[in-house]
């Protein structure tokens, strides 16, 4: 509920500090005293579009208004303080400031916010009905939900939510498979033609490395031919007259051995000369061995660079790097697999999209079924309502007609309209047709009294629901204002004395020159305060004891 507001700087308000409780209160004043001011200041509050910087107190920078709830702890209002990562505190504070140049900023809990989640918090936490201002009665958009709070449908009402939800998705997977397997219908000869061809080329991982190494090694043979080949015939050289190192080695071992005995001391020179001898044997077989190796087949650079450049041009081909020409061959038979498969996985998600729509249909005419019968008892509640408040001859009719296919939703198959003919013989109406602003307030009114147990919305207030009337009808209109304020928060500005009588908590608007400045002042009313405002609402400008008498008995008949 609304715990306080409060008010700086705002047109004739400039500073001003409300504490509100539980149940019906009544804020009375005489006309032009500022009641509207206040129901402006907590529609800014609540994200309603300003009039720019005309809100502003004359000679002052800005205007603020601020709104202080507490709602219970599972109200949809601190749902979507955590959906919208705000922290979500014991009470939840709205806030507007308006500067004198037109421009606004909005707050939930000090943190800032856009207007637009301003708007749909404030939406949650109070509804405002005034003689041009019933959104919720006059929008046909609204009627489904009012009727099925009437009704106790919220356990079918989501029901019929899951089977659609349930009914979209199914339609969305088969738009996809659908689509999926058209495109694959498209590219069909393209990915047979393309798995042929890397079928055919059988690329392997790393391939390319391993290639490109060996061209390399391949282009540098002739290189290394020849330079093994000269090292060879410098061990081993074809002209007599070139040195031949073994030969000269060999001979000088033999002239060693001829030395006369002992010979001991040239052994070192002998042993190394053999050791010598020993290491150009190896040196020879080694530069043999890769001579023979040099020599290697002519043909396989060839090959290698046939192989290498098909798979670079199959690369450039399919935009891909050819290290990833394997991968590639995997996921376009995976596409040809999926296109083999397609049929029978769209003829399943067709399946899945009949049976999810009949589940759906099902459900929604049980709600459908459930709002005719809760029509009925809801223009027949509504009915005992209306003579009291001076609508006998109205006549509301809820009107349950099935939507075409293409506007099913979340809520249902149905479109609900409210319609009411407030004279005999007069066809109902759409009700902001039919009904004027009076009569549109007290069949808002009749609403909630009937609505009260199922309204989400914490806070009620009626701007001067009770014009155009008294007597009897404005003494119903304040027993039914008083019901409602049984399980809902309500306040109410009323020139009703018959409706003030009811309040809980009384609160008096009135304007005062200060200064030479006119103020708009609201004082809480104690009893005695109470007896002479009612007395005076009874009378006019001068009380009389008759009027005061009155007003007791006006306010003991309230405790009744």
Known sequence: MLTALAIRDVVLIERLDLVFGPGLTVLTGETGAGKSILLDSLGLALG??????????????????????????????????????????????????????????????????????????????????????????????????????????????????????AWREAERALATAREEIAAAQRDEEFLRHAVGELEDLTPVEGEEDQLAAERQHLQQGERRGEAIAEALAALQPRDRRSANPGAALRSASRALERLPAPNTDAEPALEAIGRALDALSEAETALERLSHE?????????????????LRASARKHLVPVVELPALLVSLKARL??????????????????????????????????????????????????????????????????????????????????????????????????????????????????????????TLVFDEVDSGVGGATAAAVGERLARVAERLQVLVVTHSPQVAARGGRHFSVAKQVKAGRAETRVLPLDVPARREEIARMLAGEKVTEAARMAADSLLAGSLL
């Open 48 to 165: 309603a579009r300003s009039t720019g910087g005309g809100l502003v107190r004359a000679g002052q920078a800005q205007a603020s208004v601020a709104a202080a709830f507490a709602p219970g702890d599972q109200h949809p209002a601190r749902a979507l303080l955590t959906e919208q990562g705000i922290e979500s505190e014991e009470e939840i504070v709205l806030r507007r400031i308006i500067t004198a140049d037109g421009r606004s900023r909005a707050f939930v809990n000090d943190q800032p916010v856009g207007l637009a989640m301003l708007r749909r918090l404030g939406s949650l936490l109070v509804e405002v009905q005034g003689q041009h201002d019933q959104v919720g009665l006059a929008d046909p958009t609204h009627h489904a939900g009012l009727l099925d709070a009437s009704g106790a449908l919220d356990g079918l009402r989501g029901t019929v939510a899951d089977a659609h939800r």
């Open 337 to 458: 697999a999926a296109l083999d498969a397609g049929t029978g996985q769209v003829a399943a998600a067709e399946r899945r999209a009949r049976e999810t729509r009949d589940a759906y249909v099902t459900a929604a005419a049980r709600l459908t079924a459930a709002r005719r019968d809760a029509a009925q008892k809801l223009e027949k509640s509504i009915a005992r309502e209306l003579p009291p408040l001076k609508l006998d001859r109205a006549r509301l009719v809820v009107e349950v007609a099935e939507k075409p296919e293409a506007a099913w939703g979340p809520d249902g198959m149905d479109r609900v309209t409210f319609l009411v003919s407030t004279n005999p013989g007069q066809p109902p109406g759409a009700l902001d047709k039919v009904a004027s602003g009076g009569e549109l307030s007290r069949l808002m009114l009749a609403f909630k009294v009937v609505l009260a147990r199922g309204s989400p919305v914490p």
């Open 294 to 310: 040099a020599a290697a087949d002519p043909r396989r650079l060839e090959q290698v660079e046939e192989r290498l450049f098909a």
